[in-house]
């Protein structure tokens, strides 16, 4: 009974809907300089957005059940329209294909998760399979990284290449638009790590613009800290292969005082960043976009990671108790 249940929710998916998924990350090192080529390093977490999408009637219609920070949906609602119309073109279909989208899952719509691609690597398979598309991974991740533009811009393709593909990897955009360099990375036993949320909503679009716009008009300040960034990540993918965490989360600390150099961290991300240093996580620095969004901290073993997450639950924050190097590729 229970097997004959299975095979016709099987043929139901089949036969009228699409489903897709796609992982969350973290980033460790590197985030904004990626966009300029500098390397970064970023790990997929153990959630992910699911979608599921069917061939519709009245356009575009997207429900979104994803738990998200407040005014996510409403914030990224016409991005999240421009991403599925790309996509829609970047698969050679027409970009006003109605369709019914349902977007669900254990990731949150926090800014800095990469929900935006995890979302966008989920619809994408959704439709892959809705339409019998039959697109490889590879292709996924190039659909996946057009929709990004909607979002971030001038996006490096780190969240998206994530997204696809789960693992921890070391990433590198090609600037002249070719292959990026990705390199997945092991490591001997997944790490403990904790996310914290602002609970605020940021713009990656105008934060990525933002940097570029402070780089070109600044090149005294904003070059070193670029060299900086990419000393940082080299160090700091030593420090993650040889186990080395206590060298680790001292360079993600530098890599957040970068960040806040650049201007895009904010007195939130600044406040959970010391409150994770100070209940005792080895290293704790912005991740994603900044601007709001989210904090990692770096709280190697069970224990560690109980008292932080607790600290940040009693101040009423949104928590995610996660590992790096749970998904391997
Ligand atoms: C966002 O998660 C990471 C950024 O570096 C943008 C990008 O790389 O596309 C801010």
């Known amino acids: 009974m229970f097997l004959?249940?299975?095979?016709?929710d099987w043929l139901l998916v089949k036969i009228y809907m699409g489903k897709g998924s796609g992982y969350g990350k973290v980033i460790l090192f590197g985030e904004h300089f990626v966009v300029h080529g500098v390397a970064g390093i970023v790990s997929a977490i153990d959630s992910s957005t699911e979608a599921i999408v069917t061939k519709?009637?009245?356009?575009?219609?997207?429900?979104?059940?994803?738990?998200?920070?407040?005014g996510y949906s409403k914030e990224k609602r016409l991005q999240q329209i421009e991403s599925i119309e790309r996509m829609l073109r970047a698969m050679r279909l027409d970009p006003k294909t109605a369709l019914d989208i349902w977007i669900g899952g254990s990731l949150p719509g926090f800014s800095g998760l990469g929900a935006s691609a995890a979302s966008s690597v989920a619809i994408a398979r959704g439709i892959d399979?809705?339409?019998c598309l039959n697109l490889s991974d590879e292709k996924i991740n190039q659909?996946?990284?057009?929709?990004?533009?909607?979002?971030?811009?001038?996006?490096?393709?780190?969240d998206n290449t994530a997204a696809t593909y789960g693992g921890l990897m070391w990433f590198k955009k090609n600037p002249e638009g070719g292959q990026d360099l990705v390199e997945h990375l092991n490591i001997r036993t997944p790490?403990?790590?904790?996310?914290?949320?602002?609970?605020?909503?940021?713009?990656t679009k105008a934060m990525v613009e933002g940097v570029a716009e402070r780089k070109k008009t600044n090149p005294d300040k904003y070059n070193p800290l670029f060299s900086q960034a990419a000393d940082l990540a080299i160090a700091g993918r030593r420090a993650l292969e040889r186990g080395d965490l206590e060298e680790m989360g001292?360079?993600?600390?530098?890599?957040h005082k970068i960040l806040q150099e650049i201007g895009v961290s904010s007195v939130e991300l600044d406040y959970l960043v010391n409150i994770a240093?100070?209940?005792g996580a080895i290293g704790a620095k912005l991740t994603g976009g900044g601007g709001g969004g989210c904090m990692v901290a770096l709280t190697p073993g069970k224990e560690l990671q109980e008292k932080i997450t607790k600290t940040f639950q009693a101040e009423g924050l949104d928590v995610l108790a996660t590992k790096i190097g749970v998904i391997t590729h």
């Open 4 to 8: 004959f249940k299975l095979f016709i």
């Open 56 to 70: 519709g009637k009245n356009g575009l219609v997207v429900k979104d059940d994803r738990k998200t920070a407040k």
């Open 129 to 131: 399979e809705e339409f």
């Open 143 to 158: 659909i996946a990284y057009e929709a990004e533009i909607a979002y971030a811009g001038n996006p490096s393709g780190i």
């Open 191 to 203: 790490i403990e790590i904790v996310i914290c949320s602002t609970g605020k909503v940021a713009n």
């Open 250 to 255: 001292k360079l993600m600390n530098e890599n």
């Open 277 to 279: 240093r100070k209940q």
